[in-house]
């Protein structure tokens, strides 16, 4: 018995590896009637991206102007974002840096059951920003790396243009 434990996990492991962004919804924030969706980005049908544009705060510069694309395709198993970050006004000028990759979709947070919050991830699939999206609403909001938002009289919101 002892010697299937590790072919066990390997088989798990194996499983569990190399899929693409999932939907989710927060088990803890979960009732009986799944909330409906904010989702301007999870569209029914074919292959779309939406643009959301900002200027962010920023403590060393004069603000990030942050471009946040993201595809909707209707199979829901593989969305992509491209996020480009300008530093407006370093001591090295302004800088650009560009990634991308796949998010992730969940619902729910505290407070607000019938938020969507999407998570951009790297190549290993670890978190790098958090957005919100409250229903009926044609921008994103910032959030910290708890999945809070953040309590600040500046903009941390993008705009869909």
């Not at 301007?40 to 779309?48: A, Y």
Request: glycine share 6%.
């Amino acid at each position: 018995m002892k010697k299937l434990v590790p072919y066990v996990f390997l088989i798990g492991l194996a499983f569990g590896c190399d899929r693409p962004a999932k939907e989710t919804a927060n088990e803890e924030l979960t009732t009986e009637s799944a909330p409906e969706p904010a989702d301007k980005v999870l569209q029914k049908e074919g292959s779309t991206w939406f643009t959301y544009e900002g200027t962010l705060p920023c403590a060393d510069c004069s603000g990030i102007k942050m471009t946040l694309r993201l595809e909707n395709r209707a199979e829901k198993n593989a969305r992509e974002y491209k996020l480009s970050q300008a530093y407006l006004g370093t001591t090295d000028g302004d800088r650009t840096f560009e990634s991308s990759g796949v998010y992730e979709v969940t619902y729910g947070m505290e407070g607000n059951p019938g938020a969507m919050i999407i998570t951009l991830l790297d190549d290993q699939e670890n978190p790098v920003k958090h957005f919100l999206q409250e229903k009926d609403s044609d921008e994103l909001i910032m959030l910290d790396i708890n999945k809070k938002k953040i309590i600040s009289d500046l903009n941390y919101s993008l705009t869909i243009k």
